[in-house]
């Protein structure tokens, strides 16, 4: 059985940093993609960042880019987002999730963790 | 980037009635990285349907998925009480993957 289960969420102030983190189990993680994605509170579904199955490869939406990293320890089956200089925006429930495609990233996102709250706030 | 605009914003139905949900992109997207999904309160998405119209593992066939180019399309055949849910379309081709704003189906 697939697991994804995140960790890290806490109420921080604005300017702050957080470090969030998903453990994986239930399937060869070093064979795939992996993404994380957020939902602010009563609002929709955001993709954040990927990164690829060996971490040679990372992309970010325009809102992140700069202030956040990704990253991950295959040794570990572990994905985790660095986050830095958070705004009250950011506040979300952030989605570890896993590409259904192998190597290359590009599938869809066919397992999700049930995700790690970070509110913003002063 | 390509902005997916999702329509209506709620849809009230009945149980068995038929559900119809619009994804339009803001550009032609290649139908094999247009996907679906399915949220309900509390919980994390689901993945319904990926290359336009592939279902997912277990999702029943009663949720099918069609369109090309600039149109997609999510079909509920008969609404079953545990479908009345938050349903977003993806595109998931490159960076970066977008979703549309969801639909909310609301029972009537």
Avoid at chain 1, 84 to 107: F, H, I, M, P, V
Avoid at chain 2, 12 to 19: D, I, W, Y
């Amino acid at each position: 059985e697939v697991l994804l289960v995140e960790s890290g969420g806490l109420v921080v102030q604005p300017g702050g940093s957080l470090r969030l983190a998903c453990a994986a189990s239930g399937f060869t993680f070093d064979n795939y993609a992996m993404h994380w994605v957020r939902q602010a509170p009563g609002k929709g579904l955001e993709w954040v960042s990927v990164i690829g199955w060996d971490g040679g490869d990372t992309y970010y939406a325009d809102s992140v880019k700069g202030r956040f990293t990704i990253s991950r320890d295959n040794s570990k089956s572990s994905l985790y987002l660095q986050m830095n200089s958070l705004r009250t925006e950011d506040t979300a429930l952030y989605y570890c999730t896993k590409d259904k495609r192998q190597w290359l990233a590009g599938g869809p996102f066919d397992y999700w963790g049930q995700g790690t709250l970070v509110t913003v706030s002063s | 980037e390509t902005v997916l605009t999702q329509s209506p914003g709620t849809l009230s139905l009945s149980p068995g009635e038929r559900a119809t949900l619009s994804c339009r992109a803001s550009q032609s997207v290649n139908s094999i990285y247009l996907a679906w999904y399915q949220q309900k309160p509390g919980q994390a998405p689901r993945l319904l349907i990926y290359g336009a119209s592939t279902r997912a593992t277990g999702i029943p066939d009663r949720f099918s998925g069609s369109g090309s180019g600039t149109d997609f399309t999510l079909t509920i055949s008969r609404l079953e009480p545990e479908d009345f849910a938050v349903y977003y379309c993806q595109h998931y081709g490159r960076s970066p993957r977008t979703f549309g704003q969801g639909t909310k189906v609301e029972i009537k």
